[in-house]
């Protein structure tokens, strides 16, 4: 059973910067996409940035172009995310989410009818 722990989540004012992290455990798949998903206050789950099974596609949403950027460490099964200029609207519990399956490419991993395993979420709040 696979499991995802997100840390990282914090408060920052408007412009500031946040690096979260997802620790994935208990994988046994040849195949494990990743991705980041968040959900703000009153609305649905949103996808964020994604990758493939070889982490060699990503898939950004609009709002994060130019800001946000997702790594991996595939040997450590460990995903990042770094978050640059930060806005209010980034507000939202950030979640880590896992599919093992194959031929799943970003644009299906940002599915979230598509994933297999989710994490807790970690909270992020950007306010002056």
């Known amino acids: 059973q696979v499991q995802l722990a997100e840390s990282g989540g914090n408060s920052v004012q408007p412009g500031g910067s946040l690096r979260l992290t997802c620790a994935a455990s208990g994988v046994t798949s040849d195949y494990f996409a990743m991705g980041w998903f968040r959900q703000a206050p009153g609305k649905e789950r949103e996808p964020v940035l994604c990758?493939?099974?070889?982490?060699?596609?990503?898939y950004y949403a609009d709002s994060v172009k130019g800001r946000f950027t997702l790594s991996r460490d595939n040997a450590n099964n460990t995903m990042y995310l770094q978050m640059n200029s930060l806005k209010p609207e980034d507000t939202a519990v950030y979640y880590c989410?896992?599919?093992?399956?194959?031929?799943?490419?970003?644009?299906?991993?940002?599915?979230?009818?598509?994933?297999?395993?989710w994490g807790r979420g970690t909270q992020v709040t950007v306010s002056a």
């Open positions: 990758t493939g099974n070889n982490g060699d596609s990503t």
């Open positions: 989410a896992a599919r093992t399956r194959p031929f799943t490419s970003a644009q299906i991993m940002c599915l979230v009818t598509r994933v297999d395993y």
